[in-house]
């Protein structure tokens, strides 16, 4: 379950970077993004304390970082058209490899 609530984790904190930029790009609605970004925040937050009841603390960091570092690129290229090319997508291929690489290795 613990694995679980750090997936959890991990794309909450999509969530705050998301309400951020949604946030930049809508001034009428600025406040209600900011509050998003927040909430998410407090969810991902309180999602990885869960996690790190069981699993390590570095374990859990590198993964819930990588799932939001990652995930965060992705929402990058496809809602807001930022640029792909072969060496940002061999960077997240490589974050993603030691998220994969540190959830092997606690198991």
Request: proline fraction near 4%.
């Amino acid at each position: 379950m613990s694995w679980i609530y750090l997936l959890g984790a991990g794309l909450f904190e999509i969530g705050w970077p998301l309400g951020f930029q949604l946030a930049n790009q809508s001034p009428q609605h600025k406040i209600l993004w900011i509050l998003f970004s927040g909430g998410s925040m407090i969810a991902s937050g309180f999602l990885l304390f869960t996690a790190q009841k069981v699993i390590p603390m570095g374990t859990a960091y590198a993964v819930w970082t990588g799932i939001g570092a990652a995930g965060a690129f992705i929402v990058g290229v496809l809602v807001f058209s930022e640029p792909l090319n072969i060496a940002r997508f061999i960077g997240v291929l490589l974050i993603v490899g030691g998220v994969v690489t540190l959830k092997v290795a606690s198991s």
